[in-house]
């Protein structure tokens, strides 16, 4: 299975830029996808094919990358994306999620 | 307005079963594959299983293979999830997602029911 490795968490303060990296044990193309899950909730698309910005998302939230490395950006981050974030590919079968970075704010 | 709305969770004990329903509206539910992930108790997010639009093409991680089977009723809108013999490591909240027929992602997801396998 592809494994996808994420840190497991960061702490920024609101209006810092902060990256969100990804990466992958084999190529997966441009076919990664990113996902936002705040407490308690359940999780929402944020960016999908490494780059492109899902319809509603803020365009603070950015995407970049392909083949095994890759990033998502927020900038400047908000007291409101408190949050646990999900690389996820769907190149390689089966499809796998990284572990989840944590997201607090300071 | 896309909804996923899960039912059918609760406590099961080891080796008994279990079935999930997910009713869809604000969509062509016929016109979507849908799939089930789980996430166990502070655990991260976990792909189950897939549904191609007519039903006909199913695909499962091996760790449920032979034990869960999805399928789905376009009539009624509806995706279900079979579960039998449990076991205390399918202990999960299952999500049920709508998958893209661009690059199989899932761009909506259900609030979630949870699974509790334990005697």
């Known amino acids: 299975d592809t494994v996808l490795t994420q840190s497991p968490a960061l702490a920024v303060s609101p209006g810092e830029r902060v990256t969100i990296s990804c990466r992958a044990s084999e190529s997966v193309s441009t076919l990664m996808h990113w996902y936002q899950q705040k407490p308690g909730q359940q999780p929402t698309l944020l960016i999908y094919l490494a780059s492109n910005l899902e319809s509603g998302v803020p365009a603070r939230f950015s995407g970049s990358g392909s083949g095994t490395d890759f990033t998502l950006t927020i900038d400047p981050v908000e007291a409101d994306d408190t949050a646990t974030y999900y690389c996820?590919?769907?190149?390689?079968?089966?499809?796998?999620f990284g572990g989840g970075t944590k997201l607090e704010l300071k | 307005e896309v909804q996923l709305v899960e039912s059918g969770g609760g406590l099961v004990q080891p080796g008994r079963s279990m079935k999930l329903s997910c009713a869809a509206s604000g969509f062509t539910f016929s016109s979507f594959p849908m799939a089930w992930v789980r996430q166990a108790p502070t655990k991260g997010l976990e792909w189950v299983a897939t549904?191609?639009?007519?039903?006909?093409?199913?695909y499962y991680r091996d760790s449920v293979k032979g034990r869960f089977t999805i399928s789905r009723d376009n009539a009624k809108s509806t995706l279900y999830l079979q579960m039998n013999s449990l076991r205390s490591e399918d202990t999960a909240t299952y999500y049920c997602t709508r998958v893209t027929t661009v690059a199989d992602y899932f761009d909506y997801w259900g609030q979630g029911v949870m699974v509790t396998v334990s005697s």
């Open positions: 549904i191609s639009t007519s039903g006909g093409s199913t």
């Open positions: 996820q590919q769907s190149w390689n079968d089966p499809w796998t």
